[in-house]
């Protein structure tokens, strides 16, 4: 049996060897596809992005106020428009992600205490942008309007330390936990190439059994006896192979980034091996349903190409609906990033991770109904 | 072989492979039911928090009681001290934590400026931005009603007490997707780039088998039918499914999912005219080359998630390096993306989608002479000897 199931691991590491593809498959083109999201996300924060603004007072008050909005590093003014609707249609034909509306008699409004209103316009169709873009701007013109505030109020209170309290009656502090580094990159990033890497890891296993089915040489390789050895000899290679990426893209991502791995790297390592043979094991049982190459390969596409979406990473889960739950329980990639997640950020203690290493050992339930079709197939 | 015959053949071909099958009918209609689920509920609400109250005054529970009364919060839990409340956070009982300090409302009426700490899960930045949103929302009205109090009691009246708390004030507008729902940002990007990826899987497959067929010298159309016939097949065949995929998509699954619609029918359609011929251009030309049936899967598959981060409405286009950009405009998907999402979802003319729509159309061009060479660079290659 053992006898089998290494025959089997070393017929297969000759495969890979004759063939470009698959070693393709196995490093060049994983690579490729890693190296290209690192590179769009590799900013990491965004900064500069384009606004036009609309000076209806050009008064000093406004052009402090714009000067230190300009001055964010987040946000650039990169045009000044004279009305409304210049700016409105600059906004609509994407050039700038928002416009800055300052009122006419806004530094006289000021001084008399009449409280006007700057307007923000933002396109709120590229949420992400939207989101950074208010954050900045809530921060530079709450700071400005402070500023004038505390001039006032030391004015008339002559006491410096009581005015500045006043402006703020309640202090707000923010600690974002885990990810301190306020930082796209990780955040993305630590969840897409894991969702890449798991479309490798489908498409790699059906290539390797459908080419076997397609050159009509399954009979050659599997004989008739040992059939789940020699299945599990012709996976190895490809197990191997993802554990170490799956390896690799942690020691990246908390590695070499410097970014710091709370908890236990063998924990985590053990649930890459799990989320490696669940992946083998599902590819297989889509090619079981009719040993046939390119529509297996169709079901792995459809199966693993939302995957990302269904993470809870961008959009979280406690806001899904159940069928969306029902969907991400059966990807064993949303079970890996829980557990990754766990472990890098939080550090949780190893034995809430049961649960998880549980469910995504359960995958390998599968294959008992696969060696039954193997067998039913090559007439055993 | 008259072009009936021809058209006859390539249908033949396309429809009794399960395969493509399965990928251009069966994964369109499914995506466009799976993708948006996730999602369905649009916005993050009801972030579950625990509150740690050292104060236990009643101005600590009004501030609480506001809290929980935005929709983003939900206090779901209390905690006696931070390192609880942290423990319940790691547990993954609550994704954030609110501490009131101790003496809170003592400071607050000495003008101490109390300050309340929030601590939020940034490993999921849509729910640290939806507590902050919330958090910052409470606190600031409070402050805003202590501060318009504070100016009664000095005699201000009260019509302009509550027009004097702040210098000047901000005021944001969202101008397109008001609402900030996360299906009306996703959907419409992504359902752009299932028609294509599904398209390109599909001529591929059916390009791929044809290229193992001649190779084989297999007898059949594609042998000696007049290339210009068999491609106007599949632009006939594909762009007629394809169409109807489209209005599927963004007429009834819009609508469906409640997603904005602003552009014109006509120009809609217009533009939906160009994106489609460019992706049959681009299958066309890729199934030229692919060498078997089973390379077109694999290799669009994992085009799938650059191309969607790269067509700059996730992440801004200032953001990404420019070769990464002139790459993903070799794709239809990256100029459709751009140019639906202006058109439909914030309605500007179609004379400001131009340079979007000329790019599908040079694309249509290009691709397809490309395609023609390469069919008939493999057709010589093994029908002549």
């Known amino acids: 049996m053992f006898k089998a199931l290494s025959d089997a691991f070393f017929k297969e590491l000759g495969e890979i060897k004759n063939s470009y593809y698959k070693l393709a498959l196995l490093t060049l083109f994983p690579f490729t596809v890693f190296a290209l999201i690192v590179a769009i996300f590799y900013q990491g924060v965004a900064f500069d992005l384009p606004i036009n603004v609309v000076d209806n007072d050009k008064s000093e008050f406004s052009r402090k106020l714009l000067s230190n909005i300009d001055a964010s590093s987040t946000i650039k003014i990169a045009s000044e428009k004279f009305n409304t609707k210049d700016a409105i249609e600059e906004l609509q034909s994407s050039k700038v992600y928002g416009s800055i509306i300052i009122p006419a008699h806004f530094m006289r409004d000021t001084l008399l205490k009449k409280q006007p209103e700057v307007t923000a316009i933002l396109n709120t169709q590229y949420i992400l942008i939207g989101k950074i873009f208010k954050a900045a701007l809530i921060e530079t013109v709450g700071e400005s309007a402070g500023v004038i505030e505390y001039v006032n109020d030391v004015s008339s209170s002559q006491n410096s330390t009581l005015a500045r309290r006043s402006v703020t009656p309640i202090g707000l502090q923010i600690t974002p936990f885990f990810n301190t580094y306020k930082n796209y990159f990780l955040f993305l990033v630590s969840a897409l190439l894991p969702a890449i890497w798991q479309i490798f890891i489908v498409i790699v296993t059906i290539v390797s059994f459908g080419t076997l089915f397609k050159e009509k040489r399954e009979k050659e390789f599997f004989g008739s006896s040992f059939i789940s050895s020699k299945i599990i000899g012709k996976l190895l290679p490809y197990t191997f192979v993802f554990t170490l990426m799956g390896a690799c893209l942690l020691f990246y991502l908390y590695g070499t980034l410097g970014w710091v791995f709370e908890g236990s790297l063998i924990v985590t390592i053990f649930g890459i091996f799990l989320t490696v043979v669940a992946y083998q094991v599902v590819a297989l049982f889509f090619f079981v349903t009719g040993f046939d190459y390119a529509r297996s390969l169709s079901l792995g596409a459809v199966y693993t190409a939302p995957a990302f979406a269904f993470l809870g990473v961008t959009f979280p889960t406690s806001n899904m609906n159940d069928l969306a739950l029902f969907w991400r329980d059966l990807l064993p990639i949303s079970h890996y990033i829980e557990l990754q997640i766990s472990q890098a950020n939080y550090g949780s203690n190893v034995f809430l991770e049961i649960d998880r290493l549980l469910i995504l050992g359960s995958f390998w339930l599968l294959f008992i109904p696969i060696v039954w079709r193997f067998k039913k197939r090559l007439g055993i | ?385």
């Open chain 2, 1 to 385: 072989m008259n072009f009936l015959e021809v058209l006859t053949a390539e249908a033949k071909l396309i429809f009794s492979d399960i395969a493509i099958v399965l990928t251009i009918v069966g994964g369109v209609l499914l995506y466009a039911f799976l993708y948006p689920q996730p999602y369905s509920s649009q916005s993050v609400t009801q972030v579950r928090v625990t509150l740690v109250d050292l104060d236990k005054s009643s101005v600590s529970r009004d501030l609480a009681f506001n809290i929980n009364a935005t929709p983003q919060i939900e206090i779901n839990r209390y905690d006696m001290s931070e390192r609880d409340a942290k423990d319940a956070l790691i547990a993954g009982k609550v994704k954030a934590i609110i501490v009131i300090p101790h003496n809170f409302s003592r400071d607050l009426a000495l003008k101490l400026s109390p300050v309340v700490a929030v601590g939020a899960d940034n490993s999921y930045f849509l729910i640290y931005g939806a507590v902050l949103e919330g958090a910052m929302k409470a606190v600031l009205t409070k402050s805003v009603t202590l501060k318009v109090g504070k100016l009664l009691a000095d005699g201000t009246p009260m019509s302009k007490a509550s027009h004097t708390y702040t210098p000047y004030s901000l005021k944001s507008i969202n101008l397109f997707n008001k609402d900030n729902s996360y299906t009306q940002y996703v959907i419409p990007a992504v359902y752009i780039l299932i028609l294509q990826q599904t398209m390109l899987i599909g001529l591929g497959i059916l390009g791929g088998g044809i290229n193992e067929r001649v190779r084989d010298k297999q007898r059949g159309h594609y042998l000696q039918a007049p290339i210009w016939m068999m491609m106007s097949a599949r632009y006939i065949i594909f762009g007629s499914l394809f169409f109807v995929h489209a209005l599927f998509y963004f007429g009834f699954s819009f609508s469906f999912f409640e997603v904005t619609h602003m552009a014109d029918i006509g120009e809609l359609l217009n533009f939906t005219l160009a994106f489609i011929t460019a992706s049959i251009s681009l299958g066309i030309f890729l199934g030229s080359i692919f060498s078997s049936r089973e390379v077109a899967t694999p290799a669009i598959l994992f085009s799938s998630l650059p191309l969607v981060f790269s067509a700059g409405f996730i992440w801004p286009l200032e953001a990404i390096p420019s070769f990464i950009k002139y790459m993903s405009d070799f794709f239809p998907s990256t100029p459709a993306i751009q140019g639906f999402l202006k058109l439909n979802q914030m309605g500007v003319d179609f004379s400001a989608v131009m340079p979007q729509y000329s790019l599908l159309w040079l694309q249509a061009l290009i691709y397809a002479i490309l395609g023609y060479y390469y069919i008939n660079k493999n057709r010589k290659k093994y029908v002549r000897d």
